[in-house]
């Protein structure tokens, strides 16, 4: 196989359109894209041209003789994908864009969020001519869950925002950082100043469990760790009890392995990450040597996906430990090759007797978290797999026992929060809208979690920008956004509220100086978690 798609990749698919023959798959227009855990190259297809490598954002493609050993699984797991062989159509040209509207007339969009669902949003738009956006975040930082919600020990994924420095760069793109729309500004004001307000605000809370001692002291949701340990400022001063040998996370996708892996990796590893100082000393200190993860259902439907879950099996400092049934007919059969992949690699996973572990428990549900003052177990029920393949669910069982722990923490998927003066639809926590235009409310458009729900990665957004961005274009094209009719921009409005506003300047001194304070400590950057440190450092000299 000349090329090989890797662990990194962020289903942005920019490779497919680099690719000349056709060997990339699927594309964003093919129905698995949105269900695929990554996209993958044919071996028999591909032509050893190298296009996809420059087209990759965060790295995640190379030459298969140059593939280390943690990476030669995903040799098979190219080549998997496209067994049998599948007929695809050939890729239809890209459409050109053409500008239907007075040549002379600005587009001009306010975009609120600044991770990738925005940044995609902003380089669609300013691919337009005379476009303007601005970007505008709470935080005086850009990018959203790249920076502060993917794990300090993956910097091959983080490598993205070279991308988005490049659109930063483009004519027409300003930010409004540290400004928080609904309390500094309000979308009326917004709207009056641009043709259209965009919404990308993701999806910042967390789903509950739904079990009694939910709320102890000592259960927390694992956003609030990730955010902890990636220097978030909204958790610069919190605690994590890690005193006890045994750490319980509910839940077993992506974020609750990057979890498990940061609490159980040797310390001293990820010192050489970009991990928050306040995380790195409170786990060199940390007594956990076992992350038991609870799964209610079988492995054959762990939510985790194949390429996070092989990058598990091959980490150095911990033992991965499978405690549930493998071989159960109904637990493993399944007509999906990757699902196969995935139980095989579990049962074939290396034991070497580390001192560290990760537990991976299937079919086990937790019905309470215990404790009075604080958390000091879990009780957890067995399940019994019951259904077909396509449509398993779990029945609790009589049977249950306790796990002791004083750490839980909850990674059962994010939820939307409401966006002030948006309709908010609280049963599916995203924006009412169809295909990003918001319903009742012109010149209002979402993109990214806020549109659709937390589903799909990194890359995903791209095409949910794109569908908005279409939307919005196809409605200044048609005339039905008025132009601006507040005199004066954003910007001026925000200073005479003594709002300091950070830009594209400001955001570029908080970034140099924290690379230079990683420099001295031979780590990629070193993170300020403090919102007065961030505001200082913008207008600092360089």
């Not at 996209?39 to 591909?46: A, G, H, L, M, R």
């Not at 659109?167 to 928080?180: K, P």
């Not at 319980?248 to 990820?270: H, K, T």
């Not at 003066?421 to 918001?438: I, K």
Request: glycine share 8%.
């Amino acid at each position: 196989m000349p090329h090989v798609v890797t662990q990194a990749c962020c289903g942005d698919a920019s490779c497919a359109f680099a690719c000349p023959v056709n060997a990339i798959h699927p594309t964003p227009d093919e129905p698995d894209f949105a269900t695929a855990e990554m996209v993958y190259i044919d071996p028999v297809s591909c032509v050893d041209c190298g296009a996809c490598i420059t087209a990759c954002p965060v790295g995640a493609i190379t030459r298969d003789y140059r593939l280390t050993d943690t990476e030669l699984p995903f040799v098979d797991i190219n080549a998997m994908f496209h067994e049998p062989a599948r007929e695809y159509p050939p890729q239809a040209p890209v459409t050109p864009i053409v500008r239907k509207h007075d040549a002379q007339r600005t587009l001009s969009v306010a975009i609120v969020g600044a991770g990738p669902a925005a940044l995609y949003a902003a380089d669609e738009l300013l691919k337009r001519p005379r476009t303007e956006v601005t970007v505008i975040d709470r935080l005086p930082t850009p990018y959203g869950l790249v920076r502060a919600g993917v794990a300090p020990d993956h910097p091959a994924t983080r490598t993205i925002t070279r991308l988005f420095g490049q659109i930063e760069d483009q004519e027409g793109f300003s930010y409004a950082l540290g400004v928080e729309v609904g309390v500094d500004v309000t979308h009326a004001e917004l709207a009056v100043r641009h043709h259209a307000v965009l919404y990308a605000t993701g999806a910042s809370l967390d789903r509950r469990v739904g079990i009694t001692g939910e709320d102890l002291p000592g259960s927390v949701t694992a956003t609030d760790f990730v955010a902890w340990y990636n220097g978030h400022p909204d958790q610069a001063d919190a605690s994590f009890d890690l005193s006890h040998r045994t750490a319980v996370i509910i839940g077993n996708g992506n974020v609750a392995l990057d979890v498990a892996r940061i609490l159980a990796s040797d310390p001293e590893r990820l010192a050489t990450t970009d991990i928050a100082d306040h995380a790195l000393e409170a786990l060199r200190g940390s007594a956990v040597r076992e992350v038991v993860l609870l799964a209610r259902r079988g492995p054959a439907q762990s939510a985790f996906t194949l390429p996070e879950l092989t990058g598990l099996l091959s980490h150095p400092d911990f033992d991965v430990v499978v405690e549930g049934d493998l071989v159960d007919e109904l637990a493993v059969a399944s007509d999906d090759p990757m699902t196969r992949l995935k139980v095989d690699a579990l049962r074939d996973r290396p034991d070497a007797k580390r001192p560290r572990r990760i537990v991976l428990r299937y079919q086990s549900a937790p019905v309470e978290i215990c404790g009075t003052a604080a958390v000091d177990g879990v009780r957890v029920a067995t399940t019994r797999l019951v259904g077909t393949p396509g449509a398993v669910r779990a029945e609790i069982t009589e049977k249950t026992e306790i796990v002791t722990t004083g750490l839980v923490l909850r990674s059962v998927g994010y939820r939307g929060r409401g966006v002030p003066d948006l309709p908010f639809d609280q049963q599916r926590a995203v924006v009412p809208n169809s295909r990003g235009r918001v319903d009742e409310m012109p010149g209002t458009y979402v993109a990214g979690w806020i549109k659709r729900g937390p589903t799909g990665f990194i890359g995903t957004n791209k095409t949910c920008a794109q569908e908005t961005v279409d939307r919005l274009v196809e409605d200044f094209n048609a005339g039905d956004l008025p132009d601006p009719s507040a005199t004066g921009g954003l910007e001026p409005l925000l200073r005479s509220r003594g709002i300091g506003v950070i830009d594209r300047s400001g955001w570029r001194r908080i970034d140099v100086l924290e690379r230079r304070r990683g420099l001295a400590q031979g780590r990629p950057r070193v993170r300020y978690p403090r919102l007065v440190d961030m505001r200082a450092a913008a207008v600092a000299q360089r």
